[in-house]
């Protein structure tokens, strides 16, 4: 069983900077991928970044040069570096983490994000 803390959401001006962080806790568990996803309600919830345990990143093109995904291995915990904040990003982001088989599939409770002036 593992457990997913996430933190670092709030209210931030345009141009704005945030740090969400994902901390994940067990056992018996290895940790493939770690990504974050987020949720308006008006869409469905999509990627926004994902990195793999040899620290490849994939991210969405809406975020591409705004946004840094990294991970540190010791201590189970990915983080979201946001800069350059657009009120576009305003949602409810999640964290979640698989295995490589997909047998671990957790996600985080959410936390919110909102760009506003």
């Known amino acids: 069983q593992v457990q997913l803390v996430e933190s670092g959401g709030g209210l931030v001006q345009p141009g704005g900077s945030l740090r969400l962080s994902c901390a994940a806790s067990?056992?018996?568990?290895?940790?493939?991928?770690m990504g974050w996803y987020r949720q308006t309600p008006e869409k469905q919830r999509e990627l926004v970044a994902i990195?793999?345990?040899?620290?490849?990143?994939n991210y969405a093109d809406s975020v591409k040069g705004r946004f840094t995904i990294s991970r540190d291995n010791a201590k189970n915990t990915v983080y979201l570096q946001m800069n350059s904040l657009k009120p576009e990003d305003t949602a409810v982001y999640y964290c979640?983490?698989?295995?490589?088989?997909?047998?671990?599939?957790?996600w985080g409770q959410g936390t919110q994000v909102t760009v506003s002036s």
């Open positions: 990195i793999i345990s040899g620290g490849i990143t």
């Open positions: 067990g056992s018996g568990f290895s940790i493939y991928k």
């Open positions: 979640n983490v698989r295995s490589l088989s997909g047998r671990l599939n957790t």
